[in-house]
Every structure is written in C-alpha cells, then in structure tokens.
C-alpha cells in the first residue's frame, strides 16, 4: 500500500477488532484469507463500504470446517468489536457502547496486532466493489436481519412461508433446499407467475412469459426499484461464492431464471436488462471452471436461461441483442461452452388447454 493511500485511510479506515480467537483459524475479509496466528488480533484501515468478514476452524488434520460470516457497512473511522466464545465456536458481538468507545480511545495498544485491509494489488479491492455495488444497508437489514450473519443453521421457524413449497416431483428429484436460519431472501415461486384468478388466457400467456410476476415484485418489494432488485442477486450470489450458502444459491437461480423470462418487460424496461446482463457476466468471471461446470451448469441450467433469454430479448432492440452476443461469447470462451441446441426445461412453462 503506498504511503498516501495509507494516510488517507487512517483518516477513514474502519477497524475490526477479533479478539480472542483461536490459532490456526481461517479468517478472511472479501477477497482475502489466512490463517491466523497467537497475536492477531483484527484489521485496520477499512475502506467505508460494504464488507464481509468470515471464519473457519481447521481440524487437526487440517481439514476446514464450514465457513460462518457476517456483512457490515463500515462507517468512516467505526471501530466494531466481534469476540471468540469458545463454548459455542462462534462469535459474539460487542454492543455496549462505551466499551467500543474504551477501545477506540486504546486502540493504539492494538496497532502492531492489526492487519491493514489489503490494497496492494488493489485490484482485489476493485472486484470486490464492482461484486457488490448495488447492495445497499437496507437490503442488509432485510435480508440477513441477525445482524448481518449468513447462517448454516436450519430455520426452525414455525410459521416459514409456504410460497416454495417443494412438489412431489422436487422430493424425487432432489431439489429441495432447506432454508437457513436468518435468511430472508424475497419468496416468490417461478411456477406461479400470473395473478390469483387469472383466465386460461392469461394463465398460458404470463406462464411463458414472467413479466407479470417481475412486475408485480418489483411493485411490492423493491418499490419500483429494480436496482434493489439486482442488489439482491448480488448479495444471493456472494452469499453463494463467498459462503457456500445453498439458500443464497437457491434464491440467485430463481432470479436469474426469473430476470432471463421476460420479454413483455424487456421491451418496457430495456436498461435493467442490460444492468443484468452486466452483473451476470461479471459474476461468471469471478467463478471458478470446477465452480461453472459442478454448480452453474446442474440440471443444463447455465443453458436453459440463456436460451430462454435469447428468445425473449426484442431483436429490435440493438443494444440488448449486442449485450446479450457480449455474454454469450465470453460464456464460450471463459468456459470452452456452448449453448446446446436443444435442453429441456424442467421448470417448463404452463400451457393451458381451452377447449
């Protein structure tokens, strides 16, 4: 880091401290890991913004445990507090505050144990905020309301919504996902996207195409605001890439599936499409191949949305056609992957018979 850049952050930087944990645990915040030794002690020099901070235990054999996280938007020169507590091998957090103000006024006798926020190569520091830049606070708080966590834990609530409900055929098939503790992700179920009572017609026509439901979310949820929208398909993802969270995972290729199906709203919205497409390929950029290949390609999913995109884009709208040549050309080439003529959807739409 060079000495203006660092001058300049011990003006704004955030701290964390994290105290009291374990050798040898894995510690990381956005794009960065390690193991941590005896004297470690949290990270100092904090850009402002959205950040996450995660851990793991390692085994004796040197296996890693399940990686645990939490999200927290950094104020200008905020000092947050996280402790170790080994009877339960998780953290607590520190919320008196005039105990984080007794730490800030000592936080010099911390100083040689922090590490600073690794901007050299700053390019990590980049990526990570072009991940994330549509995720706002309030997005947070709705979404993971326990403070910011991404939990493993199931959900053990007794009233959990019944919009996803798993099928028959799901169980058989192996698709049901259970929903972990504190995750709020927006519910809403790709196979009903047409409204209550709706006509035959109307059935088959918002079946095929799922402008209607994005509509009818984008009115509900995000009030208008198809930013917060994709804001949630970036924090589903990083959930996913950063977490291993199959909830996040589960609610990304519902918004993917969903975003990929619209073409009435193509035409009438063409901008949030573009964004979309946008944020999409650089997701795939930051996958790993084995990542692409294991996960994003299951049941011909990667394949079935961009040939339901394509279908659905306007050829009258140049500068779609031209993003969505731009997405699939790198798909090619990133992953020696083409779009295979012919996959069959097992989410397929709702034809219904009128005679």
Same mark, same amino acid.
């Given at each position: 880091? &060079? ?11 955030? %701290?964390?401290? $994290? ?24 990270? !100092?020099?904090?850009? #402002? =913004? ?15 445990g @399940? ?10 020169q ?12 998780? @953290? ?17 006798? %911390?100083?040689?144990?922090? =590490?600073p926020y ?39 609530s ?5 919009? &996803?409900? #798993? ?5 058989r ?5 259970? !929903? ?22 109307? @059935? +088959? ?7 209607w ?17 994709? =804001?949630? *398909?970036?924090?589903? $993802? /990083? ?6 969270? %199959? ?8 918004l ?10 193509? *035409? ?8 979309? *497409? ?12 084995? $990542? $692409? ?8 999913? +990667?394949? /079935? ?8 884009i306007?050829?009258?709208?140049? !500068?779609?056609?031209?993003r969505? @040549? !731009? ?26 018979? *009128?005679?």
């Open positions: 880091m &060079n000495q203006d850049l660092a001058n300049k952050l011990f003006d704004i930087g955030g %701290f964390l401290l $994290f105290l009291n944990a374990p050798p040898k645990l894995e510690f990381g915040i956005d794009y960065n890991a390690w193991t941590i030794g005896p004297l470690f002690k949290g990270v !100092k020099l904090i850009p #402002p =913004g959205l950040h996450f901070i995660y851990f793991s235990s390692v085994s004796k054999e040197g296996v890693q @399940i990686r645990t996280g939490f999200f927290h938007f950094f104020e200008s905020e000092v947050v507090v996280r402790e170790w507590d080994s009877t339960i091998e998780d @953290i607590r957090e520190e919320t008196d505050p005039d105990q984080i103000e007794r730490y800030r006024i000592n936080m010099r006798e %911390f100083d040689r144990h922090l =590490g690794p901007l050299d190569p700053p390019m990590y520091y980049e990526r990570w905020k072009k991940l994330t830049d549509y995720i706002t606070p309030g997005l947070v708080r709705r979404i993971l309301p326990m403070n910011g966590k991404v939990s493993h834990l199931p959900d053990k007794p009233n959990l919504s019944t919009d &996803n409900e #798993p099928t028959a055929q799901d169980k098939m192996g698709r049901v996902i259970e !929903k972990e503790e504190g995750m709020e992700f927006t519910s809403f179920d790709i196979r009903k996207s047409f409204p209550h009572g709706a006509s035959a017609t109307d @059935i +088959t026509r918002w079946s095929l195409d799922k402008s439901l994005l509509s009818d979310l984008l009115a509900k949820i995000y009030h208008n605001d198809y930013k917060a929208l994709l =804001g949630e *398909m970036q924090l589903s $993802f /990083v959930c996913l890439l950063m977490a291993q969270n %199959f909830s996040g995972f589960n609610q990304w290729k519902q993917v599936q969903l975003l990929c199906s619209c073409s009435e709203l193509m *035409m009438e919205k063409p901008a949030m499409f573009v964004e979309f *497409m946008d944020i999409l390929q650089f997701q795939l950029e930051e996958c790993p191949e084995d $990542f $692409f290949r294991d996960i994003l390609s299951e049941n011909n999913f +990667t394949s /079935v949305m961009l040939k339901s995109l394509q279908q659905n306007p050829g009258s709208d140049h !500068k779609l056609v031209s969505y @040549i !731009k997405l699939k050309n790198f798909i090619s080439k990133r992953f020696d992957w083409d779009i295979p003529e012919d996959e069959e959807d097992e989410d397929a739409p709702i034809i219904v018979d *009128m005679d």
